[in-house]
């Protein structure tokens, strides 16, 4: 299952960025040439994220559509079907560009259940001074 290898290169980004931090979701984009469908790469994250900084964290995928140019008529277009034809002639000898992108978007990390400090003095607090 390619989705396993998909979801360990996730999860390096995602902890390097993380520094440690717990994260509850992550925004990716993936190339429609990788075939990633989210429910399988959820599982598959969700099974090699176990035991680390983003275990129990979700994925929301964008999926990024690939460059399609058609040999037959020059035609060119975007699809995000891998396994796409010629909109223009219907053939299916056409060149892909791109769509086999892998890119973490953003992270989100979950929330602390302690900040130290006093919360008393943060600037929303129109009671204390500065």
């Not at 460059?67 to 796409?84: F, L, Q």
Request: overall charge negative; glycine content about 10%; some cysteine.
């Amino acid at each position: 299952m390619h989705e396993f290898g998909i979801a360990e290169s996730i999860l390096a980004a995602v902890e390097g960025r993380a520094d440690g931090r717990r994260i509850r979701r992550a925004r990716v984009q993936v190339g429609a040439l990788l075939r990633a469908a989210e429910p399988s790469i959820n599982d598959a994250f969700a099974l090699v994220a176990a035991g680390t900084v983003a275990e129990g964290a979700r994925l929301d995928l964008v999926t990024l559509p690939a460059r399609i140019s058609c040999r037959a008529c020059a035609h060119t277009t975007t699809s995000v079907d891998p396994y796409a034809v010629c909109p223009a002639c219907g053939s299916a000898d056409v060149d892909s560009e791109g769509g086999d992108d892998l890119v973490l978007e953003s992270i989100q990390l979950a929330e602390a259940s302690h900040v130290p400090g006093d919360s008393r003095g943060d600037r929303g607090n129109p009671g204390r001074p500065s």
